[in-house]
């Protein structure tokens, strides 16, 4: 075992609607006593179900808070918008929530959290495939360009209306209130590890916009090669879709293309770069407003089961420009959302291997020993998975930044029919993140527990955490499942 952390940082994700359905001392009353919770991170702005509202219609709603879903949920800034720092856009300041309009998420809980101890970050997730994010006006003219030059359904990194947009909101953020910290979150991959994973269209395959082939052409990198491989892509991954399968094998078929067309790597690379960008700049505005402010990164689910994705999303790279990570450890819901993932990679650049041994593969490169693919369903990933998470992040960034693993508390498992119907009726584009959506069904999916949380938490700090962030939001969270959380403090003598 590691040594005991000092001091660690127990943060918990939360949403406006649970103080507001129970009341900010009550809340409060609840992540202390059953969590020993010292950090919060409030959910704004947001517009995904991931972070705000209350449980995913369809799925439990948790013994505490409001007992009907909010089907209205739109999301936005639950802070309140201060407009003079957005001046560098074109785009308007960030919008209010429609919900609840009134309430400051970050006016009225950082002060009373303070005088218990409880530190707060600004839980900032973009959204980028969100419709309400693209009915902001003007948002559409900042979309990434697909490969047919078209505009498509993401703002581009490298627009500078939508940066300086951002960039507007972590200032406003941290000028308005007295933040600790703030944790920025961005769940997309780029274009080549949408193409080789999964089913795709042109529009998934970006970006080729005007201001992306100019950081492009500067770094002797040519834009139409890029898409002319890219174009190769696309047809191979659409006669896979139509099961047609390439003579000398779909993996060989693929490499074949990198081979022609080298741009196609340098493309992905790009638009890694131009997302890691984008991060140094939240983190150099938010401690130029503040130097005290703690700013770090939310690293999604792909991190875990992509091993290309694990490539681009280097944690050496990211300690440059990171005082913490929330590194996702999901175990639970890893079982469904990975054994989905395996079934797709293995209809395309594992075609050649089928599930089974694409999973024998994965395992292999991952570093994971996990139970058989037919049965991760219904058993979810062990806690050995977060540990081992945990210990891989460790090892690649410098002593400065600190891992907080994401623990998973009641994150929905199975695929409801409300559930796709709110993503149809919120016109979500999910491009690339289709993936990570759990298409599994049946009475008998893995759940978290008491126990399981708490073995979570405790895997956690044996691989060297220094914080763990209770996930995803509170507003789902059973409150028994949450005291596993406590449990594990307990037996670590941290509280
Ligand atoms: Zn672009």
Request: contains cysteine; hydrophobic residues 35%; glycine residues 8%.
């Given at each position: 075992?590691?040594?005991?952390?000092?001091?660690?940082?127990?943060?918990?994700?939360?949403?406006?609607?649970?103080?507001?359905?129970?009341?900010?001392?009550?809340?409060?009353?609840?992540?202390?006593?059953r969590a020993g919770?010292?950090?919060?991170?409030?959910?704004?702005?947001?517009?995904?179900?991931?972070?705000?509202?209350?449980?995913?219609?369809?799925?439990?709603?948790?013994?505490?808070?409001?007992?009907?879903?909010?089907?209205?949920?739109?999301?936005?800034?639950?802070?309140?918008?201060?407009?003079?720092?957005?001046?560098?856009?074109?785009?308007?300041?960030?919008?209010?929530?429609?919900?609840?309009?009134?309430?400051?998420?970050?006016?009225?809980?950082?002060?009373?959290?303070?005088?218990?101890?409880?530190?707060?970050?600004?839980?900032?997730?973009?959204?980028?495939?969100?419709?309400?994010?693209?009915?902001?006006?003007?948002?559409?003219?900042?979309?990434?360009?697909?490969?047919?030059?078209?505009?498509?359904?993401?703002?581009?990194?490298?627009?500078?209306?939508?940066?300086?947009?951002?960039?507007?909101?972590?200032?406003?953020?941290?000028?308005?209130?007295?933040?600790?910290?703030?944790?920025?979150?961005?769940?997309?991959?780029?274009?080549?590890?949408?193409?080789?994973?999964?089913?795709?269209?042109?529009?998934?395959?970006?970006?080729?916009?005007?201001?992306?082939?100019?950081?492009?052409?500067?770094?002797?990198?040519?834009?139409?090669?890029?898409?002319?491989?890219?174009?190769?892509?696309?047809?191979?991954?659409?006669?896979?879709?139509?099961?047609?399968?390439?003579?000398?094998?779909?993996?060989?078929?693929?490499?074949?293309?990198?081979?022609?067309?080298?741009?196609?790597?340098?493309?992905?690379?790009?638009?890694?770069?131009?997302?890691?960008?984008?991060?140094?700049?939240?983190?150099?505005?938010?401690?130029?407003?503040?130097?005290?402010?703690?700013?770090?990164?939310?690293?999604?689910?792909?991190?875990?089961?992509?091993?290309?994705?694990?490539?681009?999303?280097?944690?050496?790279?990211?300690?440059?420009?990171?005082?913490?990570?929330?590194?996702?450890?999901?175990?639970?819901?890893?079982?469904?959302?990975?054994?989905?993932?395996?079934?797709?990679?293995?209809?395309?650049?594992?075609?050649?291997?089928?599930?089974?041994?694409?999973?024998?593969?994965?395992?292999?490169?991952?570093?994971?020993?996990?139970?058989?693919?037919?049965?991760?369903?219904?058993?979810?990933?062990?806690?050995?998975?977060?540990?081992?998470?945990?210990?891989?992040?460790?090892?690649?960034?410098?002593?400065?930044?600190?891992?907080?693993?994401?623990?998973?508390?009641?994150?929905?498992?199975?695929?409801?029919?409300?559930?796709?119907?709110?993503?149809?009726?919120?016109?979500?584009?999910?491009?690339?993140?289709?993936?990570?959506?759990?298409?599994?069904?049946?009475?008998?999916?893995?759940?978290?527990?008491r126990a399981?949380v708490k073995d979570?938490v405790l895997?956690?700090?044996?691989?060297?955490?220094?914080?763990?962030?209770?996930?995803?939001?509170?507003?789902?969270?059973?409150?028994?499942n949450l005291s596993g959380a406590g449990d594990a403090l307990d037996e670590l003598?941290?509280?």
């Amino acid at each position: 075992m590691s040594e005991q952390p000092v001091n660690p940082v127990i943060a918990i994700q939360v949403g406006a609607i649970s103080f507001v359905d129970e009341g900010i001392e009550p809340v409060l009353d609840q992540f202390q006593t059953r969590a020993g919770v010292n950090n919060l991170f409030l959910a704004t702005p947001t517009w995904t179900r991931g972070t705000g509202g209350r449980a995913v219609p369809g799925h439990p709603i948790p013994d505490h808070g409001g007992q009907a879903y909010d089907h209205d949920f739109v999301g936005g800034n639950y802070a309140t918008t201060h407009p003079e720092y957005y001046r560098n856009t074109s785009l308007p300041p960030v919008p209010k929530n429609p919900e609840h309009p009134d309430f400051d998420l970050l006016g009225e809980v950082i002060a009373e959290a303070k005088k218990r101890g409880i530190q707060s970050y600004a839980w900032m997730e973009e959204s980028s495939y969100i419709q309400a994010v693209r009915d902001i006006p003007g948002m559409p003219a900042t979309m990434e360009v697909d490969v047919w030059g078209r505009p498509s359904s993401r703002p581009c990194f490298n627009n500078p209306d939508y940066r300086n947009w951002h960039l507007g909101i972590v200032e406003d953020y941290v000028q308005s209130y007295d933040l600790d910290g703030l944790a920025w979150c961005s769940e997309r991959p780029g274009p080549l590890n949408t193409t080789l994973q999964g089913p795709m269209s042109a529009t998934g395959i970006t970006c080729f916009c005007r201001h992306c082939s100019a950081i492009a052409r500067d770094r002797g990198l040519d834009p139409e090669r890029a898409r002319q491989g890219y174009q190769e892509l696309l047809d191979w991954n659409q006669k896979l879709q139509a099961g047609e399968r390439p003579s000398d094998g779909a993996f060989t078929a693929f490499w074949r293309v990198l081979l022609r067309y080298p741009e196609v790597l340098g493309w992905q690379n790009l638009w890694t770069e131009s997302q890691r960008q984008l991060y140094r700049d939240i983190y150099g505005v938010a401690k130029a407003a503040n130097r005290q402010v703690q700013v770090g990164w939310h690293v999604f689910h792909d991190i875990s089961f992509s091993p290309f994705y694990r490539a681009d999303q280097d944690y050496a790279e990211l300690g440059k420009l990171s005082d913490f990570i929330k590194v996702v450890a999901y175990n639970n819901c890893a079982g469904p959302r990975f054994h989905h993932w395996v079934h797709s990679i293995s209809r395309f650049l594992f075609a050649d291997l089928g599930p089974e041994k694409s999973y024998g593969v994965l395992q292999g490169l991952l570093n994971y020993d996990e139970a058989d693919l037919d049965q991760l369903p219904q058993v979810g990933f062990t806690a050995d998975y977060v540990k081992r998470e945990t210990e891989r992040a460790l090892a690649s960034v410098g002593p400065d930044t600190k891992i907080f693993p994401g623990i998973d508390i009641d994150i929905p498992v199975g695929s409801a029919p409300a559930a796709v119907a709110d993503r149809k009726k919120r016109n979500e584009s999910v491009t690339g993140l289709a993936l990570n959506i759990d298409v599994s069904t049946g009475d008998d999916l893995t759940q978290c527990t008491r126990a399981s949380v708490k073995d979570a938490v405790l895997a956690a700090f044996n691989g060297g955490a220094h914080g763990v962030v209770l996930s995803r939001k509170y507003s789902e969270m059973f409150l028994e499942n949450l005291s596993g959380a406590g449990d594990a403090l307990d037996e670590l003598g941290l509280r």
